[in-house]
């Protein structure tokens, strides 16, 4: 693979159910990156992480959790989805830790969930 | 707070010429990107202005003004291929990357 992948590529899931949404880079990027995109919103930060071991919240981060075992793997967690979940995600890498190596993100193809 | 206003939807002519304008209020400024994101797909990098003027890399162009806190995204020769959206974001004090909803541009024959 080169790039970065995301799995399901979507996903019907019942009120309540737990999902896990998986991606994974093979550039060694540094940071990764979980977004949400809504029509007339743009894209939202969930989580981030800036390094292997570490992750930090974004700006919507209630009801996602990550983590980040190694530097490849980045998934999201939603605990107990609800319909307001219903969105598209999108899996982000950047190669550097400051300024534009940080900043300049590669996207992977996304993952459209919907919440019944 | 922060914000990022751009136009919502843009229409121009195959072969035209076209400006996305993109205005910004972040605390901090380390930088301004265009990312093209076409319809069912991931967004993907255009462009990057950090200082003043003018940036152009083939068909598209893109310039910042940071005293206004303006950035245009300027298309030439329009083809077909182009009708996308173009969004804005912003990278603030903290290097968090603030998006704007994006500009969808449809390209008629």
């Known amino acids: 693979i080169a790039g970065i992948t995301q799995a399901p590529t979507s996903q019907i899931l019942a009120a309540g159910r737990r999902m896990t949404l998986r991606c994974t880079q093979d550039m060694r990027h540094n940071a990764m990156y979980w977004y949400r995109q809504d029509l007339g919103l743009g894209l939202r930060l969930i989580h981030y992480s800036n390094t292997a071991g570490t992750t930090g919240k974004g700006e919507v981060p209630d009801g996602y959790s990550v983590s980040r075992a190694n530097t490849d793997d980045f998934p999201l967690t939603l605990a107990s989805a609800v319909p307001s979940q219903t969105s598209v995600y999108f899996c982000?890498?950047?190669?550097?830790?400051?300024?534009?190596?940080?900043?300049?993100?590669?996207f992977g193809p996304g993952t459209r969930l919907t919440v019944l | 707070g922060q914000n990022i206003d751009q136009p919502t939807e843009m229409t121009a002519t195959e072969g035209a010429i076209v400006q996305i304008n993109c205005t910004y209020q972040t605390s901090g400024f380390n930088g301004l990107f265009w990312y093209q994101q076409h319809a069912g797909e991931a967004p993907t990098f255009l462009s990057y202005?950090?200082l003043d003027g003018l940036e152009e890399k083939g068909r598209f162009s893109s310039f910042l003004s940071r005293s206004k806190g303006y950035s245009y995204l300027l298309l030439k020769e329009l083809q077909m291929k182009d009708s996308a959206s173009y969004l804005c974001a912003v990278s603030d004090s903290n290097y968090q990357l603030i998006w704007g909803a994006g500009t969808k541009l449809i390209i008629k024959p």
């Open positions: 202005n950090v």
């Open positions: 982000a890498s950047s190669p550097g830790t400051s300024g534009r190596e940080y900043n300049e993100q590669f």
